[in-house]
């Protein structure tokens, strides 16, 4: 049964930091990219940072470069995002997303953890 199961999110004020933790289990996780998404709401939901499968590439979307990090550990099965200087235009749902490298339709979704940035 696949699962990813996202944990870390919670309550900081601006300008504190969190980390987020995607556990996989279920596929080879070594052949999927690993992204993070968010969703606020009433807005769609937005690519956030995203990692290769050997984690040689990265990339984030501009408002968050700088200030977050994503990395992986495939002998863990974990992707992590690490988010520092928060903002309150941070505050959202954040999803984890795993895409086979070759096969794109292969793609599952975590449940989602909230964060929320108070000001």
């Known amino acids: 049964q696949v699962q990813l199961v996202e944990s870390g999110g919670g309550l900081v004020q601006s300008g504190g930091s969190l980390r987020l933790s995607c556990t996989a289990s279920g596929f080879s996780f070594s052949s999927y990219g690993m992204s993070w998404y968010r969703q606020a709401p009433g807005k769609e939901r937005e690519l956030v940072a995203l990692?290769?499968?050997?984690?040689?590439?990265?990339n984030y979307a501009e408002s968050v470069k700088g200030r977050f990090t994503i990395s992986r550990d495939n002998a863990k099965n974990t992707v992590y995002l690490q988010m520092n200087s928060l903002k309150p235009e941070d505050t959202a749902v954040y999803y984890c997303?795993?895409?086979?490298?070759?096969?794109?339709?292969?793609?599952?979704w975590g449940q989602g953890t909230q964060v929320t940035v108070s000001s």
């Open positions: 990692i290769t499968t050997v984690g040689g590439s990265t």
């Open positions: 997303n795993a895409r086979h490298i070759l096969y794109s339709h292969r793609q599952y």
